[in-house]
């Protein structure tokens, strides 16, 4: 599988390079920190370039036809760098022993601050150019992110465990930087809008299929029903059709483009 393949190979990198971190005397959690304020520093760069356009113009030459929006670059490096620390900080504490509960506390809560600072990002970029749309939408973003980490700290106070869902914080890290990448924040917004949504309905009725003595099937490969087994985000990492939904998400985000001036909420109000 390709997922399979691609976790290998990124898991062995990350542990090599936690083995080094180890040896310099870096702590999780201050790569935990780190992470952080990568995250801050790319909402920065959102909020000064969230809208900005791509860039295409083949009029000046196949050479020069990309125009890259800077502030969106580095943004999605920042990301990037923000994605590898939260990796690493859980490799270090376990490759070296360093572990602890007030670290797997940190780490957890980090995160979301991590998501909010994106959006809050995203989101002043638009609220100081009047779109009501761009505006409000992170607010939607950053809400399915945190009640999908609420509703599983909550299950899990009742039940086993909660871990249903296609858009835990990797995939959704990984759709930001997609679309960051490809200068596609608004696209972004609805898919991160909408998408998520679907993980919170889906642990609030594992959790209450659970509480009332049910034992519902959490791997469509064990189902003998040809529905379940055709719903790619039920399945687990490292799955072909996890893969295949992963590459769908991607090409969605790269190629399907909505004007970010467009204010399509303003509009049904009357407000423009």
Known sequence: ???????????????????????????????TMMGLAFTA??????????????????????????????YLLLAGVL???????????????????????FGAFLDSTLDRFSDFAVYLGIAFYFAVRGNVTYTLLPLVAVFAAQ?????????????????????QRGERVVATMTAVFAHNVPILLWHQAILPMFTVWARID????????????????ESPRLLERLRLWRYPRRTLAHDVLALLNIAFLVLV????????????????
């Not at 483009?257 to 423009?272: K, T």
């Open 147 to 167: 009640m999908i980490s609420y509703t599983r700290a909550r299950a899990e106070d009742l039940i086993r465990f909660c871990t249903v869902g296609y858009w």
């Open 41 to 70: 520093a790319a909402g920065v760069c959102l909020a000064l370039g969230a809208g900005a356009p791509l860039g295409w113009s083949l009029a000046a030459g196949p050479l020069k036809a990309y125009r890259p929006n800077a």
């Open 1 to 31: 599988m390709i997922g399979s393949a691609i976790g290998c190979g990124v898991a062995a990198l990350r542990d090599r390079i936690a083995r080094a971190l180890i040896a310099a005397g870096v702590s999780p959690n201050t790569l």
């Open 79 to 101: 990301i990037f760098f923000c994605a590898a620390g939260d990796m690493l900080d859980g490799a270090v504490a376990r490759l070296g022993g360093k572990g602890t509960t």
């Open 206 to 221: 594992y959790t209450r299929k659970v509480a009332a003595g049910k034992s519902p099937v959490t791997d469509p490969r």
């Open 257 to 272: 483009r909505i004007p970010a001036d467009a204010d399509p909420i303003a509009a049904a109000l009357g407000l423009h």
